[in-house]
């Protein structure tokens, strides 16, 4: 017979990226801010050793960049990366939603979140709406009980905020999808997994070409 192992600390630098990872996705970095090593190093009571472990995983995950005498730098994206990102996002989230069961926990998380947009609308917060979907498309992937895949999408998501920050403009962004959030988790509580499916798939495509012609347009600007 063999003893369970108890649960292992997580060590401090995986926390340390997950907690840089979560910023990312909140908005809370912005792309092309540079980031001081020192009052970061502060602000998460951590030594720099500690931080700059981060820094190198995070650069490898092409959400970080160095450049060389002049420090480290959140990354910004360009429109191939955004085409990746969608292709990926449709490979992953609609297969997930596909083969969904309506009682899955990650359901119970999508329209939680699908409730705390509506709630922030409301408020006229729509960087928190813009959370609030990040959440809800993360909720998606949980359906396939997947660590892995839980795992990558959150290195994703981070570069989708990324992209969503360059254009400044949330509500543009995030306003015309609230509903049709709203409508994909409840053909998913009515127990209509391909029906919820093809809606992603339709928002999907919409929100990579409304999100690709903003960044044309602001290409052409610069």
């Known amino acids: ?60 995950e092409g959400l970080l960049r160095h450049e060389p005498n002049r420090g480290v730098f959140v990354s910004v994206p360009d429109m191939a990366t955004i085409v990746d990102i969608y292709r990926v996002r449709r490979l992953i989230e609609c297969q997930a939603l596909a083969q969904a069961y309506p009682r899955h926990p990650g359901a119970l998380r999508m329209r939680e979140a699908v409730n705390a947009a509506q709630h922030a609308r409301d408020a006229q917060d729509w960087v928190a709406v813009g959370t609030a979907n990040m959440a809800f498309h993360a909720a998606i ?26 254009l400044k403009d949330p509500e543009f962004l995030h306003g015309p999808y609230l509903e049709m959030n709203a409508t994909i988790i409840k053909l998913l509580e009515e127990g209509q997994p391909a029906a919820a499916c093809a809606a992603l798939e339709s928002y999907l495509v919409q929100s990579e070409r409304t999100l690709l012609a903003a960044y044309g347009r602001l290409n052409a600007k610069r």
Request: proline content about 6%; overall charge neutral.
């Open 141 to 166: 992937v949980e359906l396939a009980d997947s660590p892995r895949l839980s795992a990558f999408y959150g290195q994703l998501s981070a570069e989708l905020r990324l992209a969503f920050g360059l």
């Open 1 to 60: 017979m063999t003893t369970a192992l108890p649960d292992q600390p997580r060590p401090l630098g995986e926390t340390v990226t997950d907690e840089i990872r979560r910023k990312l996705v909140a908005g809370e970095l912005k792309p092309g801010q540079r980031l001081s090593e020192a009052a970061l190093a502060e602000s998460l009571q951590i030594s720099r050793n500690t931080l700059r472990e981060a820094f190198r995983v995070l650069t490898q």
